[in-house]
């Protein structure tokens, strides 16, 4: 069973999750963020993971420290969830249209954290919601789950589309790069042995 339950609590946000990388896309999510929600079910969805998390935080603030901590519990999760990576294709890429948008997502589980991020999005907010906040969920994500982790909008001028795209081809390329190989199952996919 490949699975994780994370707590995180902090004087900002208290969360608490669990993930099955080999689920089915079911999901059970309460960011307090409705627009953070709807991309969390888009990568659940997509990924075939299922999860299942509560937020209680600061949105009297902003949405800042909901979706960046969010981003570094469900990052945790991963880590915890994947193990020594032992068996898993460990690469995933998607290149992924929505509507006019076409997005390229690229990753290795890598142990490395990296994020390039070549993204514009036309507006600040879409909603409620701080469009410059996706990135801070990417790079806390990426930096949790050591994920090397690249966008780059090839396309795209709907704001919505655009974070969307990015949400839906991550999922893709998640569910692909911890894909157990099973030709090589009991092998860590790397000339060092370890990841």
Known sequence: ?????????????????????????????DSGCGFLNHMLVLLTKHGRFDLDLKCMGD???DDHH???D??????????????DKRGIVRYGNMMLAMDETLMLCA??????????YDVTIPTQKVGNFDTELVKEFMLAFSRQFGLTLHFK???GENSHHIIEAMFKG???????????DVQYADEIPSSKGIL
Do not use: C, Q, W
């Open 153 to 155: 909008r090839i396309e």
């Open 1 to 29: 069973m490949r699975t994780s339950v994370v707590t995180r609590t902090t004087k900002e946000t208290k969360i608490s999750l669990s993930l099955d990388l080999d689920g089915t896309g079911k999901d059970h999510i």
């Open 107 to 116: 990753l290795d589980v890598s142990g490395r954290p990296y994020l390039n």
């Open 59 to 61: 949105t009297h603030v």
């Open 70 to 83: 969010i981003g570094i519990a469900l990052g945790t999760a991963f880590k915890e969830a994947i193990g």
């Open 170 to 180: 991550l999922g893709r390329a998640l569910k692909d790069a911890v894909a157990i």
């Open 66 to 68: 909901t979706v960046e």
